[in-house]
């Protein structure tokens, strides 16, 4: 059985999480869903990298959202959003979902 990647999953819960809280005005609910798919992300990583990766990983994700309402004042909330979101999604292809030689885990 392939496990599922967790590179669209951390790159979709910031878009979603900014979608839902743009969306309905309701700050916290985009943060439940960035928190929940960040959580199965995080749970995944520890589960198949170990507490490092895991770490480094989450780290990537919260910088993500604190830098994408920086860049927000000089992007726009949209391509910010994008732009971590893409940092995000890549670094977990790189350092979590991909094996050893290079293909999907």
């Known amino acids: 059985m ?3 990647p967790t590179a ?3 790159a979709a ?3 979603a999480g900014y979608a839902v809280a743009a969306g309905t005005g309701v700050r916290p609910l985009g943060g439940l869903v960035l928190a929940a798919g960040t959580a199965w992300c995080a749970r995944e990583w520890y589960r198949r990298h170990g507490p490092a990766t895991m770490g480094g990983l989450l780290g990537v ?5 604190a830098a994408s309402h920086v860049l927000a004042r ?3 909330a949209w391509p910010s ?3 971590v979101a893409a940092i995000s999604g890549a670094s977990a292809l790189v350092l979590a979902d991909r094996a050893p030689g290079g293909a999907l885990a």
């Open 61 to 65: 994700q919260l910088v993500g959202f």
């Open 13 to 15: 819960s910031l878009v």
């Open 81 to 83: 959003v994008g732009l």
């Open 2 to 4: 392939t496990a599922t």
């Open 74 to 76: 000089s992007l726009g």
């Open 8 to 10: 669209p999953v951390a």
